[in-house]
């Protein structure tokens, strides 16, 4: 062989974590999030999930071996880790997966194509969705382009009496009636992913998925670590800017024990500054938000990712007003997908450097989020963190 010979790469070390190492490192260490990636990737079904007020985990089903370990883990299944985005390098795995590369220290939200001002065309989305409507615009128009069959997203769980408990639960749409009924922010959470099992008994394999930024990276990380066929029917990836969600028990023992706002009665929620909350009965209340941190979600206190840097479009409402979604183009298929309903005339768009405080507040929120991910895990996620003079 000449002294100029090409080595062959080494082959990747075999994947052979399992359950009892997502356990150990990131279910009891205080980095799982809720996403449910492992729940929807599990091949044998051993894995629970409890959608109530102070859980949002997942867990071991199997007695066998206990909380802590998996019969089918032993025998060399490794998917629930493969799924996880939140297991050893998940971020730089999604990276190079998406865009070829991955985060430098100057990107705190991730990477990205373009980022813009945008809200929807037809006043019925814009006033029925959040901020300008985006995520609701997307996916009715992705709907009648025949890009997706169904969205996985939240809808708010009905009562007995006709109303809603304003308690979020995974749901499938397909319909933009479905979609409509699905829009606005919670600030609770959903694990959207969940909504996958009806999708696959209907036989519903072309999806978009809605979910906060630790969902959006789900896909990603299940499609670079092969982990088969679960995340193959989402299509498209729409992220959801967020610094944190509160658990359920915040409308009883904040808002109606302290302010006398019933859920039954809430019409619209928003957070600017604040805690913003609109009843049906028209009037309009502010919530300091430093009196909300007590009911943060247990799942958030460690999550690094504030602009769902691995979704093919991130979204949020951090602009100057309510009218603009600040969107994050940042695949090709995102670009493809917000090009082309601006040239419809599907959505309105305009540069985000319209608002450069918004860009600014995204890059402060990514940069704060960052900081509370822990030194001793996976320390990619903390590039460019601590490193400005």
Known sequence: MSDTAT?????????????????????????????????????????????????????????????DDCIHGQKGCTSCTRACPRFRAWEPQADEHLFARVRE???????????????????????M????????????WALEEGYIDGALTSFLEQTENGG???????????TKDEILQGAGSRYTYSA?????????????????????????SVPPVMWTRKVGKAGKPIILNIGL??????DD??????????YGLEKSEIAKMNIKGVFQIWMQ???????????????????????PDFAAEHADISTGGIGENNDWTLTIVRTDLGREVISRMIDAGVIEARPGDSDPGAIALMNKLAEKSRERWPEWAAPEAKVGIGTKS
Not at 35 to 59: D, L, N, S
Not at 164 to 174: R, V
Not at 199 to 212: F, N, P, S, T, Y
Not at 281 to 303: M, V
Request: glycine share 8%.
């Open 105 to 127: 220290a100057d990107e705190p939200a991730g990477i990205y194509q373009d980022i813009l001002l945008t809200r929807a065309s037809d006043e019925t989305v814009h006033q």
């Open 249 to 258: 028990a915040i409308f009883e023992e904040l808002f109606t024990a302290k």
């Open 7 to 67: 080595a062959t790469p080494a082959k990747p070390a075999r994947w052979t974590h399992q359950w009892k190492e997502l356990y150990e490192e990131v279910i009891t260490s205080g980095l799982c999030t809720g996403c449910a990636g492992c729940v929807i990737a599990c091949p044998h079904e051993v894995i629970g999930y409890t959608h109530e007020a102070g859980h949002y985990r997942p867990f071991h089903l199997e007695d066998e071996l206990g909380l």
């Open 192 to 216: 959207n992913t969940l909504a996958i099992k009806e999708a696959k008994e209907r036989g519903i394999d072309k999806l978009a998925l809605v979910g906060m930024s630790c969902q959006s």
């Open 129 to 140: 969705g959040q901020d300008g409507g985006l995520v609701s615009a997307i996916l009715i």
């Open 241 to 246: 800017l967020c610094s944190k969600s509160f």
């Open 164 to 174: 809603n408990s304003w308690k979020a639960i995974p749901g499938l749409a397909t």
């Open 281 to 303: 009965d028209g009037t309009y209340h502010e919530i300091p938000l430093k009196e909300c941190h007590a009911w943060t979600r247990e799942g958030c206190n460690h999550c």
